[in-house]
């Protein structure tokens, strides 16, 4: 479950889930940030505009892991 009052944080982290997971090349060759909607999103001030504006938090050990998982490719595909 994710939960986060930006929108644009929420999308980026379902990017990087997508990425992790595997997916199609649009989202696979496509930075997160450079995404359309998430660097439109950007433009228009919504939200996170960068990895370092978006702190992922759990409520357990496997949890912590993931985020750290997710965490190193929304850096790494930013």
Do not use: W
């Amino acid at each position: 479950m994710l939960l986060s009052r930006d929108r644009v944080a929420l999308d980026a982290v379902g990017l990087a889930i997508l990425k992790d997971l595997g997916s199609n090349d649009a989202i696979m060759k496509t930075p997160i940030f450079q995404q359309e909607q998430i660097s439109r999103a950007i433009e228009l001030g919504l939200g996170a505009s960068a990895p370092e504006d978006i702190e992922l938090i759990s409520d357990g050990a496997d949890g912590e892991e993931y985020a750290r998982r997710l965490s190193e490719i929304l850096r790494t595909q930013a």
